[in-house]
């Protein structure tokens, strides 16, 4: 079946590390997505990607990395600099044609900072 | 970014009422999507809408593409438990970025 697979579920860091949260999706889908969702506050987008080696900051991008080198590939590197980082992360992916633009998640990481 | 104002912000029903909840935006959309979302899962989607003024049923749920393409209405008929959960709504612009309501909190009192 088709989908998007997020590893690991659950992530535990130590305050000054890096973490790198997967996502992988065999939905061959043009445009990935990482988000932040927090209690009682909507998706707030971090990056996005369009294309193979090419994405862009979104809104809250400050102390995320990303890189896209396979179309079925989009980690998220949480970096020390990110002043908050305990959140649930979801890794979503869309077909990037104009028209019927539909959003598909996948099941979500949950990063706790210690 | 943009938001969608989403409304009622939680709902407390017994099993059997209907729920009906929407999503309004000050800009206009061409694609409207319903999601669910169960604690600690990836939300999936539920309904999509393409054409102002369309009607989708999924099962118990319908959804309508408010005419002035501005907003959208999610409905839910004869509620069961596993119908708790948070619904949000979601509308991607032309640059295919999407814009998300705030989320429905929904409890079923059996």
């Known amino acids: 079946d088709g989908g998007i697979t997020q590893s690991p579920k659950y992530l535990f860091r130590k305050e000054g590390q890096n973490v790198t949260l997967s996502c992988e999706q065999n939905?061959?889908?043009?445009?990935m997505y990482w988000y932040r969702q927090d209690p009682g506050q909507g998706l707030r987008l971090i990056y996005y990607s369009q294309i193979v080696n090419d994405f862009q900051k979104g809104d809250i991008a400050e102390g995320y990395s990303v890189s896209r080198e396979k179309k079925e590939s989009f980690p998220l590197t949480v970096t020390s600099a990110q002043k908050n980082p305990t959140a649930f992360y979801l890794c979503?992916?869309?077909?990037?044609?104009?028209?019927?633009?539909?959003?598909?998640f996948g099941a979500g990481s949950r990063l706790t900072v210690l | 970014g943009q938001q969608l104002n989403q409304s009622p912000q939680s709902m407390f029903i017994q099993e059997g009422e209907d729920v009906s909840m929407n999503c309004t935006s000050s800009s206009i959309f061409n694609t409207w999507l319903w999601y669910k979302q169960d604690p600690g899962e990836g939300p999936v989607l539920l309904i999509a809408l393409y054409k102002a003024g369309e009607l989708t049923s999924n099962g118990r749920l319908t959804a309508q593409f408010g005419i002035t393409r501005k907003d959208s209405f999610l409905n839910i008929s004869a509620s069961i438990p596993s119908d708790v959960g948070i619904y949000f709504c979601a509308a991607p612009n032309t640059g295919n970025q999407f814009y998300f309501g705030t989320g429905t909190s929904l409890t079923v009192i059996p």
């Open positions: 979503a992916s869309s077909p990037w044609t104009s028209g019927a633009n539909v959003l598909t």
């Open positions: 939905l061959n889908h043009d445009a």
